[in-house]
């Protein structure tokens, strides 16, 4: 398997290019790194997100928007299919990495974590990544420092001038596309927790209406978590039976019934007391090869609805 740091630095190459289109920044930092703002200061849009998820996918994944609607509201929803879902959603996608500094807090995802190879899907799957240049795209509020890009540089085993970060806020146009873009993913973990084999998913599909973007984060993270646990739904062909399939879905709708802000709330935004088990889509159908099909969970436009203020 080529270098998926690769794939997404080809990427990257394509977002510079056009970043005047996409109303988005890139810049270099002292130590070389290059940020690339799709969000924080710079407006993005909906086809910056995009691009943006493709990146965080390694380009091993087709995304794309269509219109649909919410509570008999026009709204956009966003689709992520990849018959590559191991690679391209627990090894790429997946939003597996910290960065705590005194001035920096946010989270990584894409192909930069498998250089580190660190996560436990890494040791399941036996993939590590090397290259000579990474992408980790990055959620925050703040843009990263150069003690942020160096201390990527140092894990991945590169120069800090081979270190790129997209970098957008979740209450912005890439955050909420991003966002929906993570349903099949969410799943996918869902499932390989639950000691299902990730390899034998073959194919993977997600779709989630796109959240309202607002500017205080703790709702854009309350929206954009709604916009999946009670209105994302997946589909994956698979080619092993499971006793629990019915673990890659959200139990949000089933034990609370409540946006995400309420349950934030309650947890006093400690998401160490969140149940894990609400993150994921509300409806999932999978489909074993020459076997049963399965369908579990529900959307509820009631929850959405309230959610995004319609």
Known sequence: MESINRMAIELVDEALDFADELGIEGYELDSGATVIDFGVDADGGVEAGMLLAEIQTAGLATVQTRMGDVAGTPRPTVELSTDRPALALLCSQKAG???????????????????????????????????????????????????????????????????????????????????????????????????????????????????????????????TNDAVAYGGKVHLTVAEDFDDFDRAISTAGEEYGVPFEQLFEDAEWDFGEVDPGVFGPAQATIDVVDGPTYTFGETDEDVLAESFGL
């Open 97 to 223: 990495w910290e960065l705590v500094f005194d001035d920096f807090d946010g989270l990584g995802s894409g192909p930069a974590r498998a250089l580190v190879g660190e996560e436990e899907e890494f040791h399941h799957l036996g993939y590590y990544d090397e290259f000579d240049l990474t992408a980790l795209t990055v959620e925050s509020i703040n843009l990263p420092t150069d003690e942020v890009a160096e201390h990527v540089a140092d894990m991945c085993g590169v120069e800090p001038s081979a270190v790129f970060l997209p970098t957008y806020a979740t209450g912005s146009l890439a955050g909420s596309v991003t966002g929906a873009a993570r349903t099949a993913e969410l799943a996918m973990f869902n499932l390989f927790e639950a000691g299902y084999e990730p390899s034998s998913v073959i194919s993977a599909s997600g779709s989630a209406p796109l959240a309202p973007v607002s500017f205080d984060e703790g709702v854009a993270m309350s929206r």
